[in-house]
């Protein structure tokens, strides 16, 4: 476990501690640390930073961070050594961490009254999703209630309508080289334990998910960023530290970006593959926001070449997330060893949304052409609104997903951020999206929301810049 905690990390953790009531903020503050600690979400022995550091980070006076750890210290909490720094002294009731709370907008029971969430690219599902449910046949239920219902493979209906998705992208694909997958996290952590030994080096986007981050993270790899910019990942990079560092994975995600909306070209995929050809490392390729194009159709996935690749999908960005339903194209071989690590892990995905999600895929070209409407329209709306209320911000239009990344003029991102919050709007701040905490220069604006909301929200929003600033 990481013993020493950046102030980046700190403040994800932390998520909206200043916003919750009218008490002071040092008692706010040493509440949340409270919170936290007993929960595990900050383990013991932890190194945290500085007083002025986290002061800096939070955007509150060092006063109020100070007040705020003397109280903890007194409650034997932390602990302070000279020359050594501070480290939480108590496991409270678990030891292991939680990771950095990028669920929170999901896990968050009661949300602040008032709190207007631009955090979330979650989009809403679509009406059809209700309406084929209702449609489902009886005699297929009672077929499927019949048998036992344990299917780590997947229900063979699904595999065959994930394999005709692909073949629509002249990609050749047999259900025997498709796994369904409890979402696309699911899958991207089969593959990762399957093929990662602690300490592998793993080439990742900078800046990219965070789950992706964190998932790679516990199984042990060592992440080394490429950047990532609005044509998606810099390739002379990505070959240049693929030949120094023979990474074990290369991380990508192609079809669009979180948090730019980058969508990779036809042409980068192909010297993406031979570049992984040529070092002889397996392509993971993140497919998931494949399905939620903004401008252009979605491209084939990155295949052939030589190069060995796995590819990740979801039914979350086209239909819904609650189906929870993602799948892994790939060598059949390897397939038939991920669906094995499946098995014991939770015997398979929900039947009935594999079931569902079937009798969606024949209407995918529908599902792409309502979300393609509905994200232009967002995101134009957010991009006007920029432009009127924050014209010295610098916006990478997204091509895809419901994310806009953005660089600020000045200032640090996770210190305004936290300003946002207290004011009303919550943002992410770049570092969530690094994998060495970097970034702070950006910030990500989601525009999965109603369109009221994001009006709303810019507004608070370019309130807290104008004070921030």
């Known amino acids: 476990m990481d013993r020493s905690w950046s102030r980046e990390r700190l403040t994800r953790v932390l998520g909206d501690w200043s916003c919750r009531d009218d008490g002071a903020l040092f008692r706010q503050l040493a509440e949340r640390f409270r919170q936290l600690i007993h929960a595990g979400d900050i383990p013991n022995g932890v190194r945290i930073p500085s007083e002025r550091a986290i002061a800096s980070a939070l955007g509150v006076s060092r006063s109020t961070v100070v007040t705020a750890m003397d109280q903890l210290r007194d409650e034997g909490l932390i602990v302070s050594r000279q020359g050594a720094g501070t480290y939480v002294s108590r496991a409270g009731w678990h030891s292991a961490a939680r990771g950095d709370s990028r669920l929170n907008t999901f896990l968050d029971s009661n949300p602040i009254k008032g709190l207007i969430d631009l955090r979330s690219a979650a989009l809403p599902g679509l009406p059809m999703v209700a309406d084929e449910m209702s449609h489902l046949g009886s005699a297929d239920m009672k077929n499927l209630v019949s048998s036992h219902g344990y299917l780590p493979h997947g229900l063979p209906l699904l595999r065959e309508a994930v394999a005709r998705y692909f073949e629509d992208f002249a990609l050749p694909t047999e259900p025997a080289e498709v796994l369904i997958t409890s979402g696309a996290q699911q899958a991207l952590r089969l593959v990762s334990s399957a093929v990662l030994e602690p300490g592998a080096t793993v080439l990742v ?9 964190e998932t790679l993270r516990s199984i042990g790899a060592s992440l080394v960023p490429v950047a990532s910019g609005p044509d998606g990942i810099d390739l002379a990079e990505l070959r240049r530290l693929a030949h120094q560092t023979s990474p074990a994975m290369i991380f990508v995600q192609s079809g669009g970006n979180n948090p730019t909306g980058a969508v990779m070209s036809a042409q980068s995929r192909a010297t993406l593959a031979r570049i992984a050809a040529d070092v002889d490392t397996l392509v993971v390729e993140d497919a998931a926001v494949n ?15 030589g190069a060995r690749v796995i590819t990740i999908g979801s039914a979350s960005k086209s239909f819904w997330g609650g189906l929870r339903v993602g799948w892994l194209r790939g060598d059949g071989d390897l397939i038939h060893h991920l669906t094995v690590v ?45 432009a009127d209320s924050l014209p010295d911000w610098e916006p990478t239009v997204p091509h895809a997903g419901a994310s806009m990344w953005i660089r600020l003029p000045e200032g640090s991102a996770t210190a305004f951020a936290q300003h946002a919050g207290r004011l009303g709007v919550s943002i992410l701040a770049g570092p969530t999206f690094s994998c060495a905490d970097r970034l702070d220069d950006h910030v990500r604006v989601a525009f999965a929301a109603r369109p009221e909301v994001i009006v709303h929200g810019l507004g608070r929003l370019s309130r807290a810049w104008r004070e921030f600033a």
């Open 342 to 386: 499946k098995g014991g892990e939770d015997l398979g995905t929900s039947v009935l949304a594999q079931l569902l999600t079937a009798s969606l895929m024949p209407k995918m070209a529908l599902a792409r052409q309502q979300r393609q409407e509905s994200l232009c329209r967002s995101r134009e709306i957010l991009l006007e609104l920029l």
């Open 205 to 213: 986007e900078e800046p990219t998910f965070r789950g992706a981050i």
């Open 291 to 305: 399905d939620a194009a903004i401008d252009d159709a979605p491209l084939p996935p990155i295949h052939g070449f």
